[in-house]
């Protein structure tokens, strides 16, 4: 995917403010417009020029993309990096209904904002606050509002209470983009889940005639972790063995994330890439009532070194009295077992 320079297509500076900006996109508007130009690439042009409009005329998209364009140009391979726009504060869901009209740039920064939000609730009033998904607001009641947040999976599988930083932009008098910044305690409830929301009732846009505040529903990603993926609600993690505790079976110690441990058994005879599950050793389980996720082990037989002089010895033994063994037959044989 190409990096798109929105400020080059419209022809303005970084800095520019919105009246500047609406100025060029009409200016631009009216030399593309498929019914009037004669350019022929018109229609191209026009959608370059449109796409480039949705995101410096809105201050919410505006500051995120300023935030990931930073050394950026037009024109050079670019994948966003992940989580990049986490504690970025839109208003209501996030998502742009209009992302099919434009790029596949576009698309990937804007178009998966708040999808979570968009399409389940706040995953059982995470928060100490039920209710519903983010919505149309009633009269006069202010906006929600959506932001992304990043956590540790240690937060999900013990809870916790964390410092979550937002940046929320705004346009200011003068036309230019500005950034709020707020600090909020959010209570992180054992056994969220990836794509939950966490609803913060009054957080949202401020009420019109002293009607309610809207709500801020957070929508949790997780950081990767050096040992555990997740998924749903599973945990997923490679368990190293030795050669002959995967031969003649044994039972070996596992740290979960939060510090404890169990002991696990492995099978006699057990390959690499057998999965080993342990039920209820997940996520635990989410609200009251929730079924708690299973730990999903798979196993990695791992060699000694052959510069170890006593591991180099045992493996000559081994070359010399089962000269006999074919592995890649074994392994054949592994595989046709297993379907």
Do not use: C
Request: aromatic share 6%.
């Amino acid at each position: 995917m190409e990096f798109k320079d929105y400020y080059a297509v419209l022809g303005v500076p970084r800095d520019a403010a919105a009246e500047q900006i609406k100025k060029a996109w009409r200016q631009l508007a009216r030399k593309y417009h498929p019914d009037v130009s004669k350019e022929p690439d018109a229609a191209a042009r026009m959608s370059e020029v449109n796409e480039a409009n949705a995101v410096l005329s809105d201050p919410e998209k505006r500051a995120a993309y300023d935030a990931l364009a930073r050394g950026h140009r037009a024109g050079e391979r670019f994948t966003p990096p992940p989580d990049w726009d986490a504690g970025f504060e839109f208003s209501g869901r996030g998502v742009d209904d209009g992302v099919g009209d434009f790029s596949d740039f576009f698309a990937e920064l804007f178009g998966r904002m708040g999808r979570g939000a968009a399409g389940q609730g706040a995953a059982g009033g995470f928060g100490g606050h039920g209710g519903a998904a983010p919505g149309r607001a009633a009269a006069g009641r202010g906006q929600d509002h959506h932001a992304k947040i990043v956590l540790d999976l240690e937060d999900a599988f013990r809870g916790a209470t964390r410092q979550v930083q937002l940046r929320s932009p705004r346009l200011a008098a003068d036309g230019r983009v500005m950034v709020d910044e707020r600090t909020l305690d959010v209570r992180i409830p054992a056994g969220v889940r990836a794509g939950q929301l966490i609803r913060l009732a009054g957080q949202g846009g401020p009420g019109h005639g002293g009607a309610p505040a809207g709500d801020l529903f957070l929508e949790v990603h997780f950081r990767p972790h050096p040992r555990f993926r997740i998924d749903g609600a599973a945990l997923v993690a490679e368990l190293p063995v030795a050669p002959w505790e995967a031969a003649l079976g044994a039972v070996v110690p596992v740290t979960l994330p939060d510090g404890s441990s169990l002991k696990v058994r492995v099978p006699a005879g057990a390959q690499s890439g057998r999965t080993l599950s342990v039920r209820g050793k997940g996520l635990p389980g989410a609200g009251a009532g929730g079924a708690a996720g299973d730990l999903e082990l798979v196993v990695q037989v791992v060699l000694p070194s052959a510069h170890d002089p006593r591991a180099h010895r045992h493996y000559e033994a081994m070359a010399s009295e089962l000269a006999d063994f074919d592995a890649r037959a074994q392994a054949a044989a592994d595989r046709t077992r297993e379907r």
